[in-house]
């Protein structure tokens, strides 16, 4: 008996230590104190938690992990508000990590910070704290019973089942950055139209194509027609030779040998 008592008190303190269970996981719910207790979590965004736990304190959240003697250590850090009980065995709302090593890790590069209040006013910017009273973005503060939507990749919405079995969940906020709009830059007076480049550019082209053919064209051109002015003139000196010739003598009938 003795030894099976070892046994099973070497077993229990094995599983203990190695996988340990949250024994003191519970959380409840009032309006007048909030949301209370602790509920196992091992993922927020892209931040792993082996043996996570969310510990819920009225208006502050913590997501740590538990160390090998039996404490904790925070991972991310926060305020929780918007918290609503939707039935009877499930509460809701929104956190904000502000602190923590595990920021980096839910970090996304292109996200964007936006508030839109209840009259449908978006706010973009930083925002730099949320309660359970305001938000503060863009050196602007703006009373929670205002805000209808809060968006950042440190804010998260959570649902958490009641009791002493809880379990909860995060899902992200963020949206995706608009892309800066491009500017198109006043033309230049030295800025031309598709069209005008390629007339000049044929301009341009003619140009060198004379400048080639004409040293060749010209001289042919100016020999042809000095041979041609020769030509003209040889012509016209025979012309007037022969008009200077005097008539030749009619041909006198020579005497015939032959009488009548």
Known sequence: MRLLAMFLAVVTAFQFSCFPIAVSAQVSYSSSTGVSGKAPVNKVGALLIADGIAILSATTVAIATSTSSGAT?????????????????????QSFFNDGPGLDKIKVARSQDRVVTKDGTKIDGRISNITSDMVSIDGRTIPMDQVEEVHSDRVYNFTCKLGEAPKITFSPTWIKGE????????????????????????????????????PIVIPLATRNNHRDNNQDALATAIFVNSLRKPPSQPIQPSSSSYGP
């Open 179 to 214: 892309a800066p709009a491009v500017t198109k830059a006043p033309s230049s007076s030295h800025e031309h139209s598709p069209i005008t480049k390629i007339l000049v550019i044929g301009g341009l082209m003619a140009g060198l194509a004379c400048a080639i053919t004409l």
């Open 73 to 93: 250590q925070a991972q991310l850090s926060g305020n929780v508000f918007k918290v609503q009980q939707i039935d009877a065995n499930t509460v809701r709302g």
